[in-house]
C-alpha cells in the first residue's frame, strides 16, 4: 500500500519547493492540463466542476441580490478600449490583439477583453435616458485574455475564466454602497463556502483599478505566508460616465451622470483553495465546493454482496450528499490514495466484515480521523461530519491565517519580519505614495489593504514616522 | 390603448417584410443589443435568460447520459489548426488571427476558435493511454467565432454562444450510437421543450462537417418557410484520432485509434424560437423555456389592497411557476402590449372587481382566449394551463411545417415548388453530388438531410432520373 500511495501521489512535500507541491497538486488531481497555448490551461473535469459550485453558489446570490446576467462581444475596437485614458494605460500593455478576420486585414484592431468596462459604458449609453431606467444591475460570466510573461494554473494565466458584475446608479451613495454590497458577497462566499478567512479593505491610490476611484478588496492569506488578492470591488464613480457619455434625466430633468461599479472573482479562487487547504497528501476541499463529498470504496468487493450494498448506500447517501462509488478494479489502497489527492471530504470504507456488522468506517480527508458507524445512521451522521469538516477547515485555515499575521513599528522591525517571517504584516501608514514605494523596494511587500477593521497598532507611519492615516496589511503577494 | 400598444410595439408585420419583423422582435423585445463591434451582438437580460434555460435543460441532460464539462483555451496555434487537413480548410477562411500580445508580435499566429477538434484532440492524445481510460465523455460552454460577411443577431453573428460535446471512443460502433444519442437529446429537446417540430436526418457528403464522416442534423421549418438547421452531430471516425496521435491499448496490448465525435447547439436556437412561435403582437415563448411563464398586471393598482393582493397572489403562484409582477407607474394597456411583445404565455389580471370577486383574468398570449378563474384554483390551473399552452405551440408549429412540405418527383414540379410554395420540399436523390448541385443552380435550395424516417415518394431521382437512393429534404435555409 505505501508503494501504491508513492505512486499515486509523488508529490513534493510543501517545505521542500511550495511552488512545485502547487504544480503537482494542479496536475496529479487532474485540476488541469497544459495546452500548447502558451499561458493558457486546460481545465480539467474535477477542476471544472469546482468552478461550475463556485458559479452555482454566486449566481444564485447574485440574482437574490437583484442583478441580471448578460453577454457581451469578447472583442473590443481599439478606439472604444481608448476612451477612458487610465484605464486604457493600466490595461493596453497587456491585451491580445486579432488584426485579421479570415485571409483580410481589419480597418481597426480588435483586442480580446482583458475587462468589459467599455463594452458595458457604450451599451448604457444607449439604453439609459432616465431615472426611472436606474438602476442597472448586470453580470457576466465569461473569460478574459491578459498578456502575462509568466503564469501558473489558476493563479496567473493568459486566459482565465471570471465574472464580471457592471451596474450603474444614479446617486454616487448607491454606487457605494453596491461596491460594498458584493464586496460582503465575495467575503462571506469565501468564508462560509471556501472556508476561507479574508481580510475586507480597500485599496490604495496605487493598488486601485486602472479608471476608477475606489478598489475594494478581499485578501487571504496562503499556506506559505504569501497573499492573494481574492476578489475586488470597484467604485468606478463618475469616470467612465464622463469618457461615454451615460447620462439619464433626473426627476427635474435635469441630465445627470451615472455612478458606475464593477466588481469580479476568478477561477484564483481555485489556486487559493488549494493554497489555503492542501497538504502533502494532496488537495483538500471544503465540504461546501466539494464536487464528490463522500466517496464509497468497496472492500474485497468481488465478494457476493458488496458492491450491491455500496450501491445501496449510494442512493441512499445521494439524498443528503454529493456522492459516489469507485468500483474499478484497482486496489483499496490505491483508491484511498487517489481521493485524498482529490480531496474529498469524507471516504466511507464497506466491505464484508462492514456488512455482517452492519456498519461502516467513514475517514476524514482534513484530519484523517476514523469513525465507526451504523449504517442506520448514515442519512444523519454524514451532513453532520460534513459541516464539522467545513467548521474545522475554517477554524484551521484563520488560525493559520492570526498566527502568520505580525505587527511592526518601524521599518527595521517590518524588514525582519519581511525577510524572516511570510505572512501578513500589520503596520500604520501615513497615506504616502513614497512611503509605500519605499516598503516595496526595502522589504519586497506591496500593500493589500486597508482594512475595515481599523486598529492603531501605532500613531506613526511605519515608514516615515510622520503621523500615521492608516493600518494597513502588507504582504508579499500571488 | 391603441395608440400605447402601438408605441410599444410598432414591429413591421410578418407578411410585410420577415427579415425587419425578426430584426424589430429581437430589439424591442429587448432579446439584443447592436455593439460597435461589427457582427458581433449584446446579449441583454431577457434574451440571456432564455439561453440560461437552455443551459439548464441540456446541461442537465448532458449529465444525466455520464458528460463532463470542461474548458479549452479560445485560442489556437496555427500549427494546431492545421494538423487536420479538411478541417482546416473548412475553417480557416473564417476566422479571426491574434497576431500581437502586448506590444509583440507573435512568432506564432493564433485563431480565436472557430470549433475546439483540434484543442481537444491534442488534450485526449496527451491524457489516454488504456482502453480503460474510454469513453471520454466531454462538454464545454464557451462562445465560439468566425468571421461572417452578413450577420443577422442570433442567427448568424461573428461570435456566438454553444456548446460543444466532443467524446472519444474505443470503437467505431460506440462513437455511431453516441452520434445518433446525442442527435437524440437536441431534438427531444427542440420538441419538449421548444415546442418546435424537428426532421432527424443526416447530411448529405456536400454538407457535412469539415473532417467528419457522417453528421446528423435536426432541421427545423420556420414562419418564412425557410429551414434552419437547429443543432448537428458528428461523427468524425477515426480522422482527427489519425491526425493527432490518439491511441489506446486494447485488452491484448494493442494499439488502436479511437473514435470521436463533436455535437453543438447555439444561440441560433433562440432565432429559432422567435421564428417558429412569434407573430405580429410580437415573441411568443412556449412555457418550458420563458423567463417569466406568468406575469401579473394589477389594474388601478392605486386603488388600497391591489398591489397587496398581486404580490400575495405572485408569491402563490412563485411555487408552480416563474411568475413576476409589474407594478411599475405605466398604463396596464401598456403593460400588456410589452409582455405580448416579450412573449409570456400568460398574463393574469387583478384589480378591485377581481378582488371582490376572489377571481382573477389570464390571458394567453398564444391565442388571446381569456378565462376567468377563482383565486383558489391558481396553483392548479396555471401549471395546467401552461402545459396546455406548450402542446397547443407544438401542434401548431407542427401543422404550419406538415402544410409546408412539398413532395416533387420531377425537376420541373421542384422548380415550380421552390418558386411559389416556401416551404421543405421531399424529393428523391440519386446520391451524386452532380444533382445536388444542380437543384441548388436550379431552385436555389439545399439538401437540408436525409430523413430518419424514410419513404419512397417516387423511385427515381428527382434531377437526373436515375435509380434514387435516398429521400432528402431540401430547403432553402438560413
Not at 474535477?46 to 440574482?63: P, R, V
Not at 442597472?136 to 503564469?151: A, D, G, I, P
Amino acid at each position: 500500500m505505501a508503494k501504491n500511495q508513492k505512486l499515486v501521489k509523488d508529490i513534493t512535500a510543501m517545505d521542500v519547493d511550495f511552488a512545485k507541491w502547487y504544480t503537482d497538486i494542479v496536475k496529479k488531481a487532474e485540476l488541469v492540463d497544459y495546452s500548447s497555448v502558451k499561458g493558457c490551461m486546460i481545465i480539467r473535469p474535477y477542476g471544472y466542476a469546482i468552478w461550475e459550485n463556485i458559479q452555482k453558489y454566486l449566481d444564485a446570490k447574485f440574482k437574490e441580490t437583484g442583478h441580471e446576467n448578460v453577454y457581451m462581444p469578447m472583442f473590443i475596437p481599439e478606439s472604444l478600449l481608448e476612451k477612458e485614458k487610465s484605464h486604457v494605460e493600466g490595461f493596453a500593455p497587456e491585451v491580445a490583439w486579432v488584426t485579421h478576420g479570415g485571409s483580410e486585414e481589419l480597418t481597426e484592431r480588435l483586442c480580446v477583453r482583458p475587462t468589459s468596462e467599455t463594452l458595458f459604458c457604450e451599451h448604457y449609453a444607449r439604453i439609459v435616458q432616465s431615472y426611472k431606467d436606474l438602476p442597472k444591475l448586470y453580470n457576466q460570466w465569461c473569460s478574459v485574455v491578459r498578456w502575462e510573461k509568466t503564469t501558473r494554473p489558476f493563479l496567473r494565466t493568459t486566459e482565465f475564466l471570471w465574472q464580471e458584475g457592471h451596474t450603474i446608479h444614479a446617486t454616487a451613495e448607491e454606487a457605494e454602497a453596491e461596491t460594498v454590497k458584493m464586496l460582503n458577497v465575495y467575503a462571506d462566499f469565501c468564508e462560509n463556502v471556501l472556508a476561507m478567512p479574508v481580510v475586507k479593505g480597500r485599496k490604495t491610490e496605487k493598488e486601485k483599478f486602472a479608471g476608477g476611484v475606489r478598489t475594494y478588496t478581499i485578501e487571504s492569506l496562503m499556506h506559505d505566508g504569501k497573499a492573494l488578492q481574492s476578489g475586488t470591488s470597484h467604485n468606478l464613480g463618475d469616470n467612465f460616465a464622463k469618457a461615454f457619455g451615460i447620462q439619464y434625466s433626473d426627476k427635474d430633468q435635469k441630465k445627470q451622470y451615472v455612478h458606475e461599479t464593477s466588481w469580479g472573482v476568478t477561477t484564483r479562487l481555485i489556486g487559493a483553495i488549494i493554497m489555503v487547504h492542501g497538504d502533502d497528501e494532496g488537495l483538500a476541499l471544503p465540504p461546501r465546493i466539494a464536487p464528490i463529498q463522500t466517496v464509497i470504496i468497496p472492500i474485497a468487493q468481488h465478494k457476493e454482496g458488496v458492491l450491491e450494498k455500496a450501491e445501496e448506500l449510494r442512493e441512499r447517501i445521494a439524498k443528503v450528499a454529493r456522492v459516489k462509488v469507485d468500483s474499478t478494479d484497482k486496489m483499496p489502497g490505491w483508491k484511498f490514495s487517489e481521493y485524498e489527492m482529490k480531496g474529498v471530504p469524507v471516504r466511507l470504507e464497506v466491505g464484508p466484515k462492514d456488512i455482517e456488522n452492519n456498519q461502516v468506517v467513514l475517514v476524514r480527508r482534513d484530519t484523517r480521523e476514523k469513525e465507526v458507524v451504523s449504517m442506520d445512521d448514515l442519512e444523519v451522521r454524514i451532513p453532520q461530519l460534513l459541516e464539522e469538516i467545513q467548521t474545522a477547515m475554517f477554524e484551521r485555515a484563520k488560525a493559520h491565517r492570526d498566527e502568520n499575521t505580525f505587527v511592526a513599528t518601524n521599518l527595521d522591525e517590518f524588514k525582519e519580519i519581511a525577510e524572516n517571517k511570510p505572512g501578513f504584516i500589520k503596520a500604520m501608514w501615513c497615506g504616502d505614495l513614497e512611503c509605500e514605494e519605499k516598503i516595496k523596494e526595502v522589504a519586497g511587500t506591496s500593500s493589500r489593504c486597508m482594512p475595515f477593521e481599523q486598529e492603531e497598532v501605532s500613531d506613526v507611519c511605519v515608514c516615515c514616522g510622520k503621523p500615521a492615516k492608516s493600518l494597513v496589511y502588507w504582504g508579499k503577494a500571488y
